[in-house]
């Protein structure tokens, strides 16, 4: 065990095989800290009903916010692809569990084998994967699809995502290594999870196409689906490969049973729950809390065949947050930013536009041990040390949860406060408006892809106009949407960011100095910090998780208190509605799962 702690990016079962043997290919997985839920020669995962029988359709709705697809390649930046393409059409190298974190378990690679510096991962192929073509997967796919996924025509996140993998080099015919710049806990299951796709996907002709133009060429992956009937603007259909390569696979044994899944589209929110309850489709996840509330009401609900439920999970509680784009010069200074946020009364909109449904977001790590709490501890201290000079001192004080407008605090007192803060950063009410020392109106806009978002945002606009601000609600198509956050033209918007229980390099395109310069990254706050910078790269280089613990609590600190997030509100349930009499589950659903992903994978359709 001295070892273990010796080489702790290691996993401890191939740093035990350290002191005594080269390590073998019986590594049938990896896990972040050292510890697999499913032993070697596991039967099937234990949430699974091995037995299912086969056959039938799955019925879904796109819940993307777009009307419809114009493409088949989901890697590429321009256009929109049909929702679920990439889960069920592309396999990897590694595949997790439902009911673990950060582990992985063979799929398209038997073997996987840690080098003992941490400096390179090494897949063995299994000799019967195979791409819908019928060719082999080989190496040199495997090759390809990294350097494709890194190259110019990708979204830049894969760049950030993979900026530490020096290479890849193909050992032999179903041998591939990795290779990275340094010791990183994560890498290996990075890679094992990227999706692999064949060489010949967009070859016309006998060579090869620029990737940007593979746009309706037939994904060439080796999932358990293919595309089957579509009709743009209506629907795709999804079809169950009867020879899946890996459909006797222990990590895919009672998984994928619907012969055929059918992703049907709807202009908006309200077609989709009439079409529900008109029995159009058998399952769909619900985001609103009035529509669940008030509106999942039916004869179909009343007679049993539509069924209403809600699904406990661990999920981390994510930050889903009003995001402000610190590139407009009004939001730099952070006590404007600040004072936005006091303005938002969420106790307010929780009693009367929620139903109680949701509770706060708190920080970046809720619901996991990376959530910072009280003062920082001596570890969080010695990482923020050296940066103190340019941060808050309020980062170097007790964690404090989002401004309340219950108990002893209120929404007078909020905005008060943030009168004050506004005065400070040199703006005053003048003829009734927020201006500047130039005399400029505060004037904002807040964008958004569904104009049903201004019931939301409205509560917020009114409570801003108090202070003298303008928050003027802007509905886009989603297309201009998505290029203006590509673009990063907009002043506000809102997103929902999925938390992690390991979070990692993917921080770096979320919040890095660099991703904030780069089009289409995922730094839309536009923020810049050293010391951001530096604890994304100490909780990447994290050894074990006492050293992760401390470089993500003071992440946390330090970008809560930079306001560049407006905390906005966060579900401990999955809540769904399904067709009961055309679906059964396997039975509880797994800790770290998502809802519609977790019946896509496991349920079955009842016999007739």
Request: glycine share 8%; net charge positive; with cysteine.
């Amino acid at each position: 065990m001295q070892n273990c702690r010796m080489r702790p990016w290691l996993p401890c079962w191939l740093a035990s095989l350290a002191c005594l043997v080269t390590p073998a290919w019986a590594a049938h997985g990896y896990a972040l800290w050292g510890e697999l839920r499913y032993p070697e020669g596991f039967a099937h995962f234990s949430y699974v009903n091995p037995q299912a029988p086969k056959g039938g359709e799955l019925r879904l709705v796109s819940n993307l916010r777009v009307s419809t697809f114009d493409k088949y390649n989901p890697f590429t930046i321009k256009g929109s692809a049909p929702a679920y393409l990439s889960d069920l059409m592309f396999d990897s190298l590694l595949t997790g569990a439902l009911d673990e974190t950060a582990a992985g378990y063979g799929l398209l690679a038997e073997g996987v084998e840690v080098a003992h510096d941490g400096l390179s991962a090494t897949f063995r192929l299994r000799p019967q994967a195979r791409f819908h073509n019928g060719d082999p997967v080989l190496a040199a796919d495997v090759r390809h699809s990294f350097e494709t996924l890194v190259g110019p025509h990708t979204s830049p996140g894969y760049k950030t995502l993979l900026e530490d993998v020096a290479g890849v080099d193909v050992v032999d015919e179903r041998t591939v290594r990795y290779r990275f710049r340094k010791p990183n806990r994560e890498l290996p299951l990075r890679v094992g999870g990227l999706p692999v796709f064949s060489r010949q996907w967009g070859v016309e002709n006998g060579q090869p196409k620029s990737f940007d133009r593979v746009v309706t060429d037939i994904p060439i992956g080796s999932g358990p689906y293919r595309i089957g009937p579509v009709r743009f603007g209506r629907d795709i259909t999804y079809v169950r490969d009867p020879s899946y390569w890996a459909r006797d696979l222990n990590v895919k044994r009672g998984s994928h049973n619907f012969d055929r899944i059918t992703v049907k589209i709807y202009k908006d929110n309200t077609a989709r729950l009439e079409a529900l309850k008109a029995g159009e489709f058998d399952l769909m996840r619900f985001f609103s809390a009035g529509d669940w509330a008030r509106r999942v009401t039916g004869r179909r609900f009343d007679s049993g065949e539509l069924v209403k439920a809600e699904f406990r999970h661990r999920l981390p509680t994510g930050f889903q947050s009003y995001v402000l784009n610190t590139r407009r010069p009004w939001f730099q200074d952070v006590r404007v930013r600040q004072a936005l946020g006091l303005a938002l009364d969420y106790e307010w909109m929780n009693r009367q536009l929620f139903y109680n449904a949701y509770q706060r977001v708190n920080g970046l790590f809720g619901n996991t041990d990376c959530q910072a709490r009280g003062t920082p501890d001596p570890a969080e201290q010695a990482l923020l040390e050296p940066w103190r000079a340019g941060l808050p001192a309020s980062v170097f004080g007790p964690m404090v949860p989002p401004p309340r407008t219950d108990g002893d605090q209120s929404l007078r007192s909020n905005l008060r406060q943030a009168q004050v803060l506004l005065k400070a950063a040199g703006w005053q009410v003048r003829d009734g408006r927020l201006r500047n020392d130039r005399g400029e109106v505060f004037r904002i806009e807040y964008l958004d892809s569904n104009e049903s978002g201004a019931r939301v945002v409205t509560p917020w606009a009114r409570n801003l106009e108090k202070l003298g601000i303008e928050l003027v609600f802007r509905p886009v198509d989603f297309a201009l949407y998505q290029q203006r956050l590509q673009k990063f033209d907009f002043d506000i918007t809102s997103l929902a960011y999925a938390g992690t229980h390991n979070p990692g390099q993917e921080y770096a395109d979320l919040f890095g100095s660099k991703a904030a310069d780069t089009e289409d990254s995922g730094n839309l706050t536009g923020l810049k910090s050293p010391a951001v910078d530096a604890l994304i790269g100490a909780m990447t280089a994290a050894r074990t998780r006492s050293d992760l613990l401390p470089a993500c609590r003071a992440l946390e600190r330090v970008i809560v208190h930079q306001h560049v997030l407006v905390p906005q509100w966060a579900a401990g349930t999955h809540r769904m509605a399904y067709n009961a009499w055309r679906l059964q589950s396997p039975g509880p659903m797994p800790d770290y799962a998502l809802g519609e992903g977790w019946a896509i994978d496991t349920w079955w359709a009842r016999r007739p």
